[in-house]
Each structure stands twice: as structure tokens, then as C-alpha cells.
Antibody, heavy 118, light 107 residues
Framework: VQLVQSGAEVKKPGESLRISCKGSGYTFTTYWISWVRQMPGKGLEWMGRIDPGDSYTNYSPSFQGHVTISVDKSISTAYLQWSSLKASDTAMYYC????????????WGQGTMVTVSP | EIVLTQSPGTLSLSPGERATLSCRAS???????LAWYQQKPGQAPRLLIF???SRATGIPDRFRGSGSGTDFTLTISRLEPEDFAVYYC????????FGQGTRLEIK
């Protein structure tokens, strides 16, 4: 049972980006996938989540309208997308899920570092 | 949005001592949806406690979660060298938020 994320990205301000999180070893469509941001030296921030079964999304007010969470259940992969990156988007991004019915994040991806710099 | 406030921000203790970490919510949180995580440098967070008091798989029994309503506590009974890390509480219901974290450092 694991979540595997795409590799580190270096982008310029204004560019678009999509990072991915692939689930394996469990029924992907059963459990919500969340995305969590961690800015350098800072704490964890929940961004939002998606139900892979029906693509229903739920965003934190802090991130609503700034990112888009989507899923392709045919390949058991969730995505986090930006249409226009800012330097302040520089952070580590984790996907996480509660596949063991803990009502908590019992599995995490390894993280994707996104660096936005001119 | 439920705000979780953790205290203290930093806790300096020695191996073998007892650590008590607090998490206070701005409104009542069901115990079902209160969790604690440990994060070490360069690593993803790891689930320690779910349902306010249930240990996740493989978590030693020196870690204990307690509390209800708006006040929750993570207690580490006898600190081991590997326990020095950052700890976060989280509520996860229809939405989710994390506390700002408590850094547990070696005195």
C-alpha cells in the first residue's frame, strides 16, 4: 500500500504545473486523497481533497481558487495543478490518504518539492 | 474553519523524561477525527495517534493520546533519542486543519 509522487520541479513565475500522486496496493476509488503543503521551515497546511470515486472535491478556504485537484481513476492517480505559479508556491507538497479507515492520514507520499524562481 | 493551537511551540527535554504536548481547538472536535503526527527532518509526516487515543500500527506504547472536546494531549512517557522531532495535531472531518506544530528538542 503506497502513494508515489512525481519528481521535483523547478519553474518560473507565471508558468503552469501539474504534479501527481499514484496509489497502489489498495482500492484507489474508495479513499479520499488529500494534498498538504509545507513551505520551507514551516508547518503542515491542508489544501484540499478529492474523492477518486466521483471526483468530488473539497478545498481549504486558503487554497480555493488557487489550485485545482483532479483525478484519473483509470490510472489510480491524483493531481495537484497550478495555472500560474508564484514564488510563494515554493514548497514541499505531500499527498496523503486514510486507506486503513483511521479517519486520519495513515499513508503519505514521499513529497514533491516545487521551486518557483525567476 | 477549526483552528488548532499547539503548545508549547518548543519543548526542551532530556532522554528518559516525560513530554506533554497540548492541542486546543477553536470549537469542539469529535475524538474520531483527531490525530497526531511526527515529522523528522527530510521525511514525510508519520501517523502516531488516530481517534484521539488509538496508536497507529507499529507505534510504541510510550506514546499516548488523550482528550476530548477542545483539549487534546499527546504524552510521551519516556523519551528515546529518536523521539526528538516536530509533532502536529490534526482534525479531519468534513474539512481538515493542522496545528502549527511543537518542536521537541534535546536539552
Amino acid at each position: 500500500v503506497q502513494l508515489v509522487q512525481s519528481g521535483a520541479e523547478v519553474k518560473k513565475p507565471g508558468e503552469s504545473l501539474r504534479i501527481s500522486c499514484k496509489g497502489s496496493g489498495y482500492t484507489f476509488t474508495t479513499y479520499w486523497i488529500s494534498w498538504v503543503r509545507q513551505m520551507p521551515g514551516k508547518g503542515l497546511e491542508w489544501m484540499g481533497r478529492i474523492d477518486p470515486g466521483d471526483s468530488y472535491t473539497n478545498y481549504s478556504p486558503s487554497f480555493q481558487g488557487h489550485v485545482t485537484i483532479s483525478v484519473d481513476k483509470s490510472i489510480s492517480t491524483a493531481y495537484l495543478q497550478w495555472s500560474s505559479l508564484k514564488a510563494s508556491d515554493t514548497a514541499m507538497y505531500y499527498c496523503a490518504s486514510d486507506v486503513f479507515d483511521s479517519h486520519a492520514f495513515d499513508i503519505w507520499g514521499q513529497g514533491t518539492m516545487v521551486t518557483v524562481s525567476p | 474553519e477549526i483552528v488548532l493551537t499547539q503548545s508549547p511551540g518548543t519543548l526542551s527535554l532530556s532522554p528518559g523524561e516525560r513530554a506533554t504536548l497540548s492541542c486546543r481547538a477553536s470549537q469542539s472536535v469529535s475524538t474520531t477525527y483527531l490525530a497526531w503526527y511526527q515529522q523528522k527532518p527530510g521525511q514525510a509526516p508519520r501517523l502516531l495517534i488516530f481517534g484521539a487515543s488509538s496508536r497507529a500500527t507499529g507505534i510504541p506504547d510510550r506514546f499516548r493520546g488523550s482528550g476530548s472536546g477542545t483539549d487534546f494531549t499527546l504524552t510521551i512517557s519516556r523519551l528515546e533519542p529518536e523521539d526528538f522531532a516536530v509533532y502536529y495535531c490534526q482534525q479531519y472531518g468534513s474539512s481538515s486543519t493542522f496545528g502549527q506544530g511543537t518542536r521537541l528538542e534535546i536539552k
